[in-house]
């Protein structure tokens, strides 16, 4: 009986319980109703549904718009935005709260995709030609996946994000970039390889750095924070330590250029410096104005060509009163303050720029105001100047009215001749934001006030800078071999972190080099985006103080460059279009191979020619491995297949040679050889090409070179394309675009492959003429027969500007 009764209480237990969880079930169903129809309208064209939900912290679906996601996880909102067919952005709101967009985002704004989000089960799916994202709601998890389906990485929990940091799980054998490069003296033995532990930072003495991490395998990461902690252990990749509380970042994917480019547009590309700054520049301590003309006028007589001239202290009233910081030093410079000695200057084809430090003398006219405003650097005290041994201090330039006053004291010069900044020291002592902030101050003051394009260089980088015309340069180095080889990497780890427009104190700042040591490096430097000299005060870098033999080969380097600036320049413009710059390493075209993953030895300067410059005293031999490609060595002709590495003899007498490559499909714009950019008109642009079997093309620009009116519109650009047919090769011009007219009236194509028995344009027969120099100097178009150190020549001069069709058979 006892047991019966049991059995029966059992029952009704059971049936109570049964019937409590149905009324939970159909409350939630009804709450669940409630919830849906609270969700804004979905604009997406997809299939949207409920994501099955195994625990309270599960996602869940707030919001479906076109190429936008936005999930809840309690009070956590979790935003996923395509931005590019290739690139996802991922912000993480704790409690729904959003921290603001750093420096290093410039752009919110993205052309829609029209990416596919599937939202009826789980996984949603985020689909676009290049790419898949898939996001598992019970796990919260992200995995991105390339357009062939394989796995690039993963963020196994969103919900770790609302705290500062984030991690990635990726396959560990994935080579990888980025992060940040190397100051002046540390040990860069691991090249451009990124190491598994490093501080996410601008740095000093010629650090860059970006929170950016990129493989050659396909993928990048971009995390929006000032500063962090990277780590990269047995496959997790982590951020930590992050400047926002909730984390936000983008997944790029793609090659390294498309992935480097996407960086561009979410953090800004670069405005075009002005022409001249793709010239020589001689950068000096210790000078004044009569030692300036009289260098200047050293120069024009010896037919070396420069472009700009950079003075360090000794143009400042440095400690003076009445903004002795910032305007001319009225003894060393006595034509300085009235304008007379830009007059000169420009007169020479010479441009002034000058040096400019983040610090003011405190008992001076100046610092008394800055005192008195609260401009100072907060909590640091005075100290002694090096070089004027009085007190000093530094001024907080994340103040906007600190960055306004300065640039406002600082237009007097910029009238009187100092047309471009060197900023120096803002990167001891200080945060990643100083420098930016410094150079923010010149570039938006300067923007405001004239239409002349900014110029700077600056002694570290962080990503977001570039946006401020901002260059970089590798800080005080010595001199010697062994230093101006592991300028190499120090160049492309800065490239691999965003910053395109670096230099270098060519010939080392401190110490003087050796006659070959300053010849090899000026032949290097010639083969970077920023060309310039510089060393210690009282030290000469000038070509004619190292010895006839030196003097030659500086002066040819110098030359080669100037007779390839409508190339260079024409990448100056393709940075500003794209954020891939004149130079980058061997891995952002050939990700695939092995051989060059690790390579600091050559680089690509432009997409056409490879330099592997001599950066060794004694070695007679030097090896240099091509990549996949057929490859025309530029000084003497001789023809070679890639993917081998090949030997070349080193001129250790004259040292006169630099290994430079041209790549087969190139096509290369060069000008005569000036004492400066501008010196004069270019009618006739001569175009190197050599045609390969597949199409190739490349984009000629020009402007005024001076101000920022390309910006709407006014510039000249046309795209010059060519190829190897059967018995034929073509070279098209594409109608030009733009409102700029420049000097340039005729192309001079140098056709080198088979002679050409005839040539046509638009299918009509050109005249051929006896020789190239009857060909230059007859009015209109024509072709001629020659030959040169590569083979036979057919030179065809065809109208600038126009649609054509050439054919040489």
Do not use: C
């Amino acid at each position: 009986m006892q047991y019966r009764s049991n059995k029966k209480l059992l029952l009704s237990g059971l049936i109570l319980v049964v019937t409590v969880i149905i009324v939970i079930g159909i409350i939630a169903i009804i709450q669940g109703k409630q919830d849906t129809n609270s969700i804004p309208e979905v604009t997406n064209t997809a299939i949207v549904g409920t994501a099955p939900a195994s625990d309270v912290n599960a996602l869940t679906i707030a919001r479906v718009d076109q190429d936008h996601l936005e999930l809840k996880a309690g009070p956590h909102i979790i935003m996923i935005d395509v931005i590019q067919a290739d690139a996802v952005s991922v912000q993480v709101n704790p409690n729904g709260v959003a921290d603001p967009d750093t420096e290093v985002i410039a752009n919110r704004q993205f052309t829609p995709v029209g990416a596919t989000i599937d939202t009826s089960s789980n996984p949603i799916i985020i689909s676009t030609e290049q790419m898949e994202v898939k996001i598992d709601t019970v796990k919260r998890s992200l995995t991105f996946y390339d357009a062939k389906k394989k796995l690039l990485l993963e963020h196994p929990d969103l919900l770790e994000s609302i705290v500062d940091e984030v991690e990635f799980t990726h396959d560990q054998n994935d080579r990888l970039y980025g992060i940040g490069g190397y100051n002046a003296s540390e040990g860069s033995a691991d090249g451009i390889l990124l190491g598994d532990t490093m501080i996410v930072r601008g740095g000093q003495q010629g650090h860059p750095g970006a929170p950016l991490v990129w493989s050659s395998a396909g993928y990048g990461l971009l995390v929006d924070t000032i500063d962090a902690r990277y780590n990269n252990d047995e496959g997790i990749i982590s951020f930590r330590n992050t400047s926002r509380k909730g984390v936000h970042y983008y997944v790029l994917i793609g090659t390294p250029a498309a992935m480097m480019s996407t960086v561009a547009d979410i953090s800004g590309t670069p405005p075009l410096f002005p022409k001249w700054a793709m010239g020589f520049m001689n950068s000096e301590w210790g000078i004044d104005e009569q030692e300036l003309l009289q260098e200047v006028s050293t120069y024009r007589k010896k037919q070396i060509p420069i472009d700009s001239f950079t003075l360090d202290f000794d143009w400042k009233a440095w400690s003076e009163d009445q903004y002795g910081e910032f305007r001319w030093n009225e003894v060393k410079f006595p034509s300085g303050s009235s304008g007379e000695l830009k007059q000169t200057m420009d007169d020479l084809g010479i441009k002034l720029t000058g040096i400019f430090k983040p610090r003011l003398h405190v008992n001076t006219e100046q610092g008394k105001y800055a005192s008195e405003h609260d401009f100072w650097w907060p909590g640091k005290k005075n100290y002694l100047d090096y070089f004027s041994h009085q007190a000093v201090n530094d001024l907080n330039f994340d103040k906007e009215e600190v960055r306004k006053w300065y640039f406002e004291h600082t237009k007097q010069a910029f009238d009187t001749g100092i047309i471009g900044y060197w900023n120096d020291e803002a990167d001891e002592g200080y945060t990643t934001m100083q420098f930016i902030n410094m150079q923010k101050a010149l570039y938006e003051g300067q923007r405001e006030y004239s239409d002349k394009r900014v110029w700077s260089i600056n002694r570290n980088y962080y990503l977001g800078a570039q946006k401020y015309a901002y260059g970089l340069w590798s800080g005080d180095i010595t001199s010697g071999f062994d230093t101006m080889a592991n300028q190499r990497e120090r160049m492309l780890t800065s490239i691999n972190v965003g910053q395109f427009k670096w230099g270098m104190d060519t010939g080392g700042f401190q110490s003087n080099p050796e006659p070959d040591n300053y010849a090899r490096w000026m032949q290097f430097s010639a083969f970077t985006p920023i060309f310039r000299v510089h060393g210690q005060q009282d030290m000469q870098r000038q070509p004619w103080y190292f010895g006839d033999t030196a003097e030659a080969a500086a002066k040819a380097a110098i030359e080669l460059r100037y007779q390839l600036i409508p190339y260079i320049y024409s990448y100056e413009r393709m940075t500003y279009e794209t954020g891939i710059g004149l130079v980058r390493p061997l891995v952002f075209d050939y990700p695939q191979d092995p051989q060059v993953e690790n390579d600091v030895d050559s680089w690509m300067f432009g997409d056409w020619l490879l330099v592997s410059p001599v950066v060794s005293q004694d070695e007679a031999v030097k090896s240099i491995y091509l990549p996949q490609g057929q490859w025309i060595n530029y000084t003497n002709g001789t023809e070679y297949q890639g993917g081998q590495t090949i030997t070349h003899q080193v001129d250790l007498t004259n040292w006169s040679d630099i290994p430079l490559f041209i790549k087969r499909g190139a096509i290369i714009p060069t000008q005569p050889v000036m004492n400066y950019i501008g010196e004069k008109k270019v009618d006739i642009l001569t175009v190197d090409v050599f045609p390969d079997t597949s199409e190739t093309s490349f984009i000629y620009y020009d402007d005024d070179g001076d101000t920022y009116s390309y910006e709407t519109g006014q510039y000249f650009r046309q795209q010059l394309s060519t190829q190897a047919k059967a018995g034929e090769l073509v070279f098209t011009t594409a109608n030009k675009v733009g409102t700029f007219t420049p000097d340039l009236g005729y192309y001079l194509v140098k056709f080198h492959g088979p002679a050409g028995g005839s040539v046509t344009s638009g299918g009509s027969a050109l005249s051929e003429v006896k020789d190239v120099a009857a060909l230059t100097n007859q009015a209109g178009e024509g072709w001629a027969h020659g030959t040169d150190k590569y083979g036979d020549v057919t030179y065809v001069k065809i109208e600038a500007g126009f649609s054509k069709n050439i054919s040489v058979k």
